[in-house]
């Protein structure tokens, strides 16, 4: 279903008992965040939130897509699975033979379907332009400081549009935006997006770049800049495609060249200049729940600032996870199995992201298996795959695996795997948010291989070897003090995975603990051992596989001893490390927000007292700044 704009969308979710009205006066300086990473993390995301009273003239709305049930009413859909299957018919219907006349003319009717879908330039203004801001002043606007040790403001849901200067044809993604002055922010789009390739063609070019941002409106649109399409597909075709209307679109008032959605709450326009000296932009708490810490960016300038009446300013927060952005990724996932199936890996069966990988740092795939090799077949096709080029670890398992259940996932694939054989390494490109990378946006990958191995896999002489039940943690830490931590309980329930927490000492010390502890006896039934650092809580699973899988560089990062897999997802230092780039840290609100939240709660109406989800962190800061401190 279409909504008309983002205030139906709020009625719908009151109307659903998915909104939270919130009445008292809130600062969103830092303030909105930790009330937010509170509700967010409180149970299959919590509720909506409308702050009424930023402070500004403009309310704002924030965890609207926090959960399966709101991700499903943002795209009009009872399962996001309806969308998969309403596409993998699509591509069935338009890639079938077509034997006879009578047929072709069977897909006139279905064509003038994807017709209504394309977008629609309309004329005159659109309800985006009613009110003009005489004077462009983004500080009108309640942009959010998530985060304490955060370089600024930011706007955190742009739908910024671009067009390639040379084929016309428009782009809409979304990076986030820091607000330097009234009228002027960074532009945060890496090397790796179709953004920045168009801004590279107007440096060569040397002419200035125009650019719209859209703020709201129809929620598709919001999913749309986000979604992983191809080069050159419109992404208003799959907002009109999910939103079964097409998007009506408008010509910018100072950027003509550019349209923008008719229905969007605010428009900013201004421009890009390649000539200019780029602006140092960050740190930010991110999405994989440390500070991308500072850069050079191009500098946004504002030309105008448009608005409808009665606008809602939307935002969202990202930090250690699970967040709202936690179900925009579900809803990529499940909307994108059917294009990947159908037209890249046919075996795939299924696919799971889990969220403590944070999207790209670990995928489970599911396929059905015919042939040798042919996970490896998967692999390479995956890694090949548009975004899915920044994945770090790909899990692959056959069709009888229960991608869903953890738990049993996991059983099932070290039943199925042989370190040695079965855990294959490469490197490539990696998102620039990647902070365990040796080089920026270049690191290892790893694949394991968890499918039912045919007799071609399987290498010669390979043994079998009960787990052993005489490992315990007091005997490892009697033997090695610099383990300050181990969580046996997956070996105890039929998972040969060791997570230990090591207080690092020296250079090569993870290498040279693994053969030690690899070399016991009583450890020759465990298969991995998982290496996360010692302030790591590893009875919280869940916690230590996201610190686990943001710190490793598994091409560089792994030890193979007597058949058993070490990897090392600890810091990396220069010291004992070699790693020569600055090491973010974690994302924790600051005592004074944390405080002043907790003596409100009351008045805010949202419940029962939820604590911080900083709380719970805070013991593992590397210091207190946005750099870590070894």
Request: net charge negative.
């Given at each position: 279903?279409a909504y ?12 659903a008992g ?6 008292s ?9 930790e009330?937010t990473?509170?509700i967010?993390?409180s149970?299959?995301g ?16 924030i965890n609207a897509m ?7 009413m943002a795209?009009?859909?009872?399962e ?9 018919s ?14 072709k003319?069977s897909?006139?009717p279905k ?9 629609k ?10 009110v003009?801001?005489?004077?462009p002043?983004?500080?009108r606007?309640?942009v ?5 040790k955060?370089?600024?403001?930011f ?6 549009h671009t067009?390639?200067?040379h084929?016309?044809i ?6 986030r ?12 789009w890496?090397?790796?997006k179709?953004?920045?390739?168009h ?8 002419k ?12 598709v ?5 986000t979604?992983?399409?191809?080069d050159?597909?419109d ?14 679109l408008v010509?910018c008032?100072?950027q003509?060249?550019?349209?923008v ?13 390649p000539?200019e000296?780029?602006?140092w932009?960050?740190p930010?708490?991110d999405?994989t729940?440390?500070y ?9 300038h504002?030309t ?14 990202v ?10 990724g ?5 909307i994108?199995l ?5 037209t ?8 799971e ?10 995928v489970i795939?599911q396929?059905k ?11 390479n ?12 670890i790909l899990?692959v398992?056959d069709?009888?695996a ?5 738990q ?7 039943r199925?795997?042989d370190?040695?054989s079965?855990?294959y390494?490469?490197q490539g490109?990696?998102?620039v948010?990647?902070h365990?990378?040796?080089?920026m946006g270049?690191g290892g990958?790893?694949c394991i291989?968890?499918?039912v191995?045919?007799?071609?896999e399987?290498?010669?002489g390979v043994?079998t070897v ?12 009697k ?5 300050r ?11 040969p995975?060791?997570l230990?927490a090591v207080?690092?000492n020296?250079?090569g010390h993870?290498g040279q603990?693994h ?10 039934g465990?298969r991995?051992?998982?290496?996360v650092d010692?302030?790591?809580d590893v009875?919280d ?7 686990f899988c ?8 792994h ?7 070490g990897?090392?997802?600890t810091?990396?230092?220069k ?5 020569q ?8 609100a600051?005592n ?6 907790d003596?409100r709660?009351n ?6 007292f ?18 870590a401190?070894?």
């Amino acid at each position: 279903m279409a909504y008309k704009h983002l205030q139906d969308f709020i009625n719908a979710l009151e109307r659903a008992g998915e909104l939270v009205r919130i009445k008292s006066r809130v600062s969103p300086h830092l303030e909105i965040a930790e009330i937010t990473d509170r509700i967010s993390k409180s149970g299959g995301g919590g509720k909506a939130l409308l702050f009424e009273n930023t402070g500004y003239d403009f309310p704002l709305l924030i965890n609207a897509m926090g959960s399966y049930r709101r991700m499903c009413m943002a795209l009009g859909v009872k399962e996001l699975d309806d969308v998969a299957g309403e596409i993998e018919s699509l591509i069935r219907m338009v890639t079938r033979p077509r034997e006879n006349i009578l047929d072709k003319l069977s897909l006139l009717p279905k064509l003038g379907t994807f017709a209504s879908w394309m977008p629609k330039v309309t004329g005159g203004r659109g309800a985006c332009q009613e009110v003009v801001m005489t004077d462009p002043d983004l500080y009108r606007l309640p942009v959010l400081t998530c985060w304490p040790k955060d370089g600024g403001p930011f706007i955190t849901l742009p739908v910024i549009h671009t067009r390639d200067l040379h084929t016309g044809i428009r782009n809409v993604g979304m990076y986030r935006m820091q607000v330097f002055s009234k009228d002027m922010t960074g532009m945060h789009w890496h090397k790796h997006k179709v953004s920045a390739r168009h801004f590279d063609a107007y440096r060569e070019a040397g002419k200035r770049m125009p650019v719209a941002v859209a703020l709201g409106g129809d929620p598709v649109y919001t999913y749309a800049a986000t979604a992983p399409l191809p080069d050159n597909v419109d992404e208003y075709m799959l907002a009109g495609f999910l939103r079964k209307k097409k998007v009506e679109l408008v010509k910018c008032l100072t950027q003509p060249e550019l349209e923008v959605p008719a229905d969007a709450d605010f428009i900013i326009e201004g421009y890009v200049d390649p000539a200019e000296e780029p602006v140092w932009e960050g740190p930010f708490g991110d999405h994989t729940g440390y500070y991308s810490l500072p850069d050079w960016y191009p500098r946004f300038h504002v030309t105008a600032v448009t608005h409808r009446r009665n606008a809602v300013y939307p935002a969202t927060i990202v930090g250690i996870p699970p967040q709202e952005d936690a179900w925009i990724g579900k809803a990529t996932e499940r909307i994108f199995l059917a294009p990947i199936k159908m037209t890249l890996v046919p075996e795939i069966v299924d696919m799971e992201m889990p969220v403590e990988g944070v999207f790209h740092n670990l995928v489970i795939a599911q396929i059905k298996k015919t042939y040798a090799g042919q996970a490896q077949k998967v692999m390479n096709a995956m890694w090949g795959a548009g975004q899915m080029m920044f994945n770090k670890i790909l899990v692959v398992v056959d069709e009888t695996a229960d991608i869903h259940d953890y738990q049993k996932l996991a059983q099932q694939v070290f039943r199925n795997l042989d370190p040695a054989s079965d855990v294959y390494f490469s490197q490539g490109p990696m998102d620039v948010l990647d902070h365990s990378c040796s080089k920026m946006g270049f690191g290892g990958k790893m694949c394991i291989d968890g499918t039912v191995k045919f007799e071609e896999e399987k290498p010669a002489g390979v043994r079998t070897v009960a787990i052993a039940p005489a490992v315990n943690t007091e005997t490892l830490r009697k033997d090695f003090p610099e383990i300050r931590d181990g969580n046996l309980s997956l070996a105890a329930g039929g998972i040969p995975c060791l997570l230990l927490a090591v207080e690092k000492n020296r250079k090569g010390h993870i290498g040279q603990l693994h053969v030690e502890l690899a070399a016991k006896p009583e450890l020759q039934g465990i298969r991995m051992i998982l290496y996360v650092d010692a302030a790591v809580d590893v009875q919280d699973v869940a916690d230590a596989l996201w610190r686990f899988c943001n710190n490793l560089d598994p091409r560089r990062d792994h030890y193979l001893s007597s058949g058993i897999m070490g990897l090392d997802g600890t810091l990396k230092t220069k010291a004992w490390d070699d790693f020569q780039r600055d090491w973010p840290n974690i994302i924790v609100a600051d005592n004074a927000t944390i405080s002043a939240v907790d003596q409100r709660w009351n008045e805010l109406d949202l419940g029962p007292f939820i604590p911080s989800p900083s709380l719970k962190y805070r013991d593992q800061l590397y210091g207190e700044d946005a750099v870590a401190k070894a």
